[in-house]
């Protein structure tokens, strides 16, 4: 074994491209990261770089271009976005997201900005290539290159 290889741990999650093919298999974390205290996230390996992340699809592992990734549901029990310090007390939107696929998606984000600077507008602002966008059932990450449109869902 080589002394350059990093431990990896193995998170499922399932890959929506923009050809409308859904993969499902597994994202590589490393065991910490350099952006916050604690283990590597799927987010990170999404917004960390340009270009190509090797996502293992049973027997084989691919290189796939995150250009090309409408977006990645986490299953159910990846809480992944409520570890941002301030999750509990920042602003939740809850909105409806349009998507170049002209699939529409309604979940909650939260924003995490100073009161009077937490406005829909503020978070559309904010530059992440994916953002989490919560549902009932699970976090989505969606890729903003591919967001047509944020629409604020009021009750």
């Known amino acids: 074994m080589s002394e350059f290889r990093v ?3 193995r998170e499922a ?5 923009v050809t409308g093919a859904i993969v ?5 974390l490393a ?15 999404m917004n960390l770089e340009p270009g190509f992340f090797p996502f293992e699809t049973g027997a084989e592992t691919m290189l796939v271009n995150r250009a090309h990734v409408l977006k990645v549901a ?5 809480i992944e976005a409520q570890l ?18 002209g699939e529409t998606v309604t979940g909650n984000v939260v924003v995490f900005r100073p009161p009077g600077r937490d406005r829909l507008s503020d978070y559309a602002h904010i530059d992440e290539k994916f953002r989490y966008v919560e549902l009932e059932d699970r976090t989505l990450l969606i890729n903003s290159a591919h ?5 604020e869902v009021t009750a």
Do not use: C, N, W
């Not at 301030?86 to 170049?100: E, I, K, S």
């Not at 967001?147 to 629409?151: D, K, N, R, S, Y």
């Open 74 to 78: 986490l299953p159910p029990q990846m």
């Open 31 to 45: 065991g910490s990261s350099h952006l916050h205290t604690g283990p590597e996230r799927v987010s990170d390996v």
């Open 147 to 151: 967001i047509v449109a944020l629409t």
């Open 84 to 101: 941002d310090a301030g999750y509990d007390v920042a602003t939740r939107r809850t909105v409806r997201v349009l998507l170049t696929t």
């Open 13 to 17: 999650a399932e890959l929506t491209l």
């Open 24 to 28: 499902t298999g597994v994202f590589f």
């Open 7 to 9: 431990e990896k741990r």
